[in-house]
């Protein structure tokens, strides 16, 4: 089982960056397929990105394209999302996650095997 910890959430305006950071605690990180799902009050938890074990494919949601970026760092156990053009419908809990198959923009929450605790990201207008 992998334990992960996200963190790097706060408040931001509308137009300004965040990143968040998401540490695993497990010797095989890099066989894993990282990535962010986000959760608003009242909606389904969506998928965010996703970067493959080696970092070469990366998959983003459409409503975050061109505004975020996922990236790893197999030394450090670490999976990034770093995001830029904040917008109000950004605001969610955000939630790293793992699998081993990488399953592109279809990764479904149904096909997680771990979840990070989750970092409040909170965008104002």
């Known amino acids: 089982q992998v334990q992960l910890v996200a963190s790097g959430g706060g408040l931001v305006q509308a137009g300004g960056s965040l990143r968040l950071s998401c540490v695993a605690s497990?010797?095989?990180?890099?066989?894993?397929?990282m990535g962010w799902f986000r959760q608003a009050p009242g909606k389904e938890r969506e998928f965010v990105a996703a970067?493959?074990?080696?970092?070469?494919?990366?998959a983003y949601a459409d409503s975050v394209k061109g505004r975020f970026t996922i990236s790893r760092d197999n030394a450090k156990n670490t999976v990034y999302l770093q995001m830029s053009s904040l917008l109000p419908e950004d605001t969610a809990v955000y939630y790293c996650?793992?699998?081993?198959?990488?399953?592109?923009?279809?990764?479904?929450?149904?096909?997680?095997?771990?979840w990070g605790q989750g970092t409040q990201v909170t965008v104002s207008s």
């Open positions: 996650a793992a699998s081993p198959v990488f399953y592109g923009s279809g990764w479904s929450p149904q096909r997680v095997r771990s």
């Open positions: 497990l010797r095989s990180f890099s066989s894993y397929t």
């Open positions: 970067i493959t074990t080696s970092g070469g494919r990366t």
